[in-house]
């Protein structure tokens, strides 16, 4: 059932005159007649040159049959929820069909919940990770497989204490894939704390404070080097696939990523997630 606070919301739009801009990346004809629009709920026609206004132009809502009411109920309940929520779920919570559900969700990932690019600084961790579940070998048993042979999707992790995180899938994780990332998202003479990977061997020439934490030793805390903290953001995000979604493929994995990682860095905010989220859309 809808919260009361939201049972207003996208109840009626109301258009602004026609030289005005009324969306983001929307382009408004300007119409000599200085005319002001007729209004309706999904656009407004000019009467003196004729021309469409849409409210929702360049924005998700953007030819969109859903209500308004419906699209902010759905960004409240993924804002709300520490693990997601799965499609199936919002379909019964909106009353629409899967596909719709699926869309909504979809697009707020992709379009709202984007990452941002300031640059990490001081104290960030770094790590990688494998996402897919268990496979079976080719024994038919559950275990360890080689990485090449496995369909596991391999992610990089870097997270500044005591701030956000940046997380991204990637094709493999050779040194020639992971430090071009790891330059372009830690702020330079940071100190960067890793496992025991080859592949970050090198980040001391790069200009950062590099140390590392010897795992295989069964060494996970070292003073204060450790990478306890994207450690548990991976435990966070794959539990809440775990037990909600169950499955992600490759090609969905970046938007799962973007919501995980959305909601970690804007757990603390002043301002409520969901209103961040409304303002985003609005592009503000």
């Given at each position: 059932m809808m919260p009361p606070a939201l049972s207003g919301f996208g109840a009626t739009v109301t258009l602004p005159t026609a030289n005005t801009r009324i969306a983001r990346n929307a382009t408004v004809i300007?119409?000599?007649?200085?005319?002001?629009?007729?209004?309706?709920?999904?656009?407004?026609?000019?009467?003196?040159?004729?021309?469409?206004?849409?409210?929702?132009?360049?924005?998700?809502?953007?030819k969109s049959s859903t209500s308004l009411r419906l699209w902010f109920y759905a960004m409240f309940l993924m804002t709300s929820t520490r693990c997601g929520i799965s499609a199936k779920q919002m379909e019964r919570e909106l009353g629409c069909n899967y596909k719709t559900a699926a869309r909504i969700m979809r697009l707020i990932r992709r379009d709202l919940m984007v990452q941002g690019d300031e640059p990490l600084r001081g104290t960030v961790e770094v790590d990688e990770s494998y996402f897919g579940g268990k496979e079976k070998s080719r024994t038919g048993k559950q275990g360890r497989i080689p990485v090449a042979l496995s369909k596991k999707v391999a992610v990089l992790g870097m997270v500044e204490r005591g701030g956000q995180v940046r997380v991204m899938p990637v094709a493999n994780i050779k040194r020639a894939t992971l430090l071009p990332r790891v330059v372009e998202r830690v702020f330079p003479a940071s100190t960067i704390y890793t496992d025991e990977l080859h592949s970050y061997k090198v980040l001391t020439g790069l200009g950062f404070r590099h140390k590392r934490v010897h795992h295989r030793e069964k060494v996970y805390v070292s003073g204060d080097v450790h990478t306890n903290t994207i450690e548990g953001f991976w435990s966070l995000t794959k539990n809440g696939i775990r037990g909600v979604y169950h499955a992600v493929s490759a090609r969905h994995l970046l938007g799962y990523l973007n919501e995980y990682a959305w909601r970690y860095n804007h757990r603390a905010d002043d301002r409520a997630t969901f209103e961040t989220l409304l303002l985003r859309a609005a592009g503000r």
């Amino acid at each position: 059932m809808m919260p009361p606070a939201l049972s207003g919301f996208g109840a009626t739009v109301t258009l602004p005159t026609a030289n005005t801009r009324i969306a983001r990346n929307a382009t408004v004809i300007a119409c000599s007649s200085g005319t002001a629009p007729r209004s309706s709920a999904s656009r407004g026609r000019v009467t003196g040159c004729g021309h469409h206004l849409h409210p929702t132009a360049g924005t998700i809502y953007h030819k969109s049959s859903t209500s308004l009411r419906l699209w902010f109920y759905a960004m409240f309940l993924m804002t709300s929820t520490r693990c997601g929520i799965s499609a199936k779920q919002m379909e019964r919570e909106l009353g629409c069909n899967y596909k719709t559900a699926a869309r909504i969700m979809r697009l707020i990932r992709r379009d709202l919940m984007v990452q941002g690019d300031e640059p990490l600084r001081g104290t960030v961790e770094v790590d990688e990770s494998y996402f897919g579940g268990k496979e079976k070998s080719r024994t038919g048993k559950q275990g360890r497989i080689p990485v090449a042979l496995s369909k596991k999707v391999a992610v990089l992790g870097m997270v500044e204490r005591g701030g956000q995180v940046r997380v991204m899938p990637v094709a493999n994780i050779k040194r020639a894939t992971l430090l071009p990332r790891v330059v372009e998202r830690v702020f330079p003479a940071s100190t960067i704390y890793t496992d025991e990977l080859h592949s970050y061997k090198v980040l001391t020439g790069l200009g950062f404070r590099h140390k590392r934490v010897h795992h295989r030793e069964k060494v996970y805390v070292s003073g204060d080097v450790h990478t306890n903290t994207i450690e548990g953001f991976w435990s966070l995000t794959k539990n809440g696939i775990r037990g909600v979604y169950h499955a992600v493929s490759a090609r969905h994995l970046l938007g799962y990523l973007n919501e995980y990682a959305w909601r970690y860095n804007h757990r603390a905010d002043d301002r409520a997630t969901f209103e961040t989220l409304l303002l985003r859309a609005a592009g503000r």
